[in-house]
Nanobody
Framework: QVQVTESGGGLVQAGDSLRLSCVVSGGTYSCYSTGWWRQAPGKEREFVAAIRCDDGTYYKDYLKGRFTISKDNAKNTVYLQMDSLKPEDTAIYYC????????????????????WGQGTQVTVSS
């Protein structure tokens, strides 16, 4: 059974940085495509970034440049480095994983995978 566990959220001030971690464990695959989504109060869940097993990445357009997704295969961990945080980045951040790719960058299409973490709260104060 695949388990997805996020960590690293917290309360920061505008302009600060934060790094979220996501560990995918318990499955039979050696690598899972992994992505980050976020949901702010009263809003729908939105895509943030994703990374494939071949290290290909894809970002929400307006977040690219401030957010960086990366992975450490040895630790089965995917990271989301968030810089220059803004109050509008306040949300619950969810890690999402799947055996198949979560995006097609040429088609500019993303999809939600089968496995979700419980979420980690990120709060950015002004």
């Amino acid at each position: 059974q695949v388990q997805v566990t996020e960590s690293g959220g917290g309360l920061v001030q505008a302009g600060d940085s934060l790094r979220l971690s996501c560990v995918v464990s318990g499955g039979t695959y050696s690598c899972y495509s992994t992505g980050w989504w976020r949901q702010a109060p009263g809003k729908e869940r939105e895509f943030v970034a994703a990374i494939r097993c071949d290290d290909g990445t894809y970002y929400k357009d307006y977040l690219k440049g401030r957010f960086t997704i990366s992975k450490d295969n040895a630790k089965n961990t995917v990271y989301l480095q968030m810089d220059s945080l803004k109050p509008e980045d306040t949300a619950i951040y969810y890690c999402n994983a799947d055996e198949n790719p979560l995006f097609n960058s040429k088609a500019r299409v993303v999809r939600q995978g089968d496995y979700w973490g419980q979420g980690t709260q990120v709060t950015v104060s002004s």
